[in-house]
């Protein structure tokens, strides 16, 4: 079946460094492809999505392309600030199925001032 | 604003009795919802596809007379948690797919935090 494989955490790093959590993805067909992230204690946001082959997703500074050669869609951000700590799900949604939305593990991201 | 709101947010209850969480759509029809939960540290493993007038589907391994879900209109599903323990302590979010919408177009309610004592 469908599954998302996305790197362990925690992650941490200082303030204004550079972050990638790789995400790569099994799936028949050609599904949707998302990263939510989840502050202490809150639910899921949408960060960003990319539905079709190239795109690239991007919000708030972060960025993710779809790449279907390697089957990733690999989080990155430039600079990240202290208020980016949360944990990030990479997930896909196919678009049969009964658009079941199919979750990463999670990885924590803490990021120092 | 949030699209899909679920109630209530946090609830302690005892061991032994039933809990019901609610997920309704604000603004759009959902033909479909889907309930999760989520345990501390955990990803997020799908519970149910709640359709509409129709029976829910469950995941393997989820007890569907213990997870009941009830989608009576396209505005409202609610999960009830029957004869709730410990172990059944989690958080529960939903999700909702704008019929109106092509078929990606789905909102996450807030979550729903069950304590059981």
């Known amino acids: 079946g469908d599954s998302v494989t996305q790197m362990e955490g925690p992650v941490t790093l200082s303030e204004e460094a550079f972050l990638t959590i790789n995400c790569t993805y099994t799936?028949?067909?050609?599904?949707?492809l998302f990263w939510y992230v989840q502050y202490p204690g809150e639910g899921l946001q949408l960060l960003l999505k990319a539905t079709k082959a190239d795109d690239k997703g991007s919000n708030k500074g972060f960025e993710a392309t779809y790449r279907k050669e390697t089957t990733s869609f690999h989080l990155e951000k430039g600079s990240v600030q202290v208020s980016d700590s949360a944990v990030y799900f990479c997930a896909l949604r196919s678009n049969t199925g009964g658009f079941k939305t199919i979750f990463g593990a999670g990885t924590r991201l803490f990021v120092k001032a | 604003g949030a699209v899909v709101s679920q109630h209530p947010s946090w609830v302690i209850c005892k061991s032994g009795t039933s809990v019901k969480i609610e997920c309704r759509s604000l603004d759009f029809q959902a033909t479909t919802m889907f309930w999760y939960r989520q345990f501390p540290k955990q990803s997020l493993m799908l519970m149910a596809t709640?359709?509409?007038?129709?029976?829910?589907?469950?995941e393997q391994g989820v007890e569907k007379d213990k997870f009941l879900i009830n989608h009576a209109s396209l505005t409202l599903s609610t999960l009830t948690v029957t004869s709730a323990h410990p172990e059944d302590s989690s958080f529960y979010i939903c999700?909702?797919?704008?019929?109106?919408?092509?078929?990606?177009?789905?909102?996450f309610g807030e979550g729903s935090w069950l304590t059981v004592v």
């Open positions: 709640s359709n509409e007038g129709s029976k829910a589907t469950y």
């Open positions: 999700s909702a797919r704008d019929k109106a919408l092509p078929g990606n177009t789905i909102y």
């Open positions: 799936a028949t067909g050609y599904p949707s």
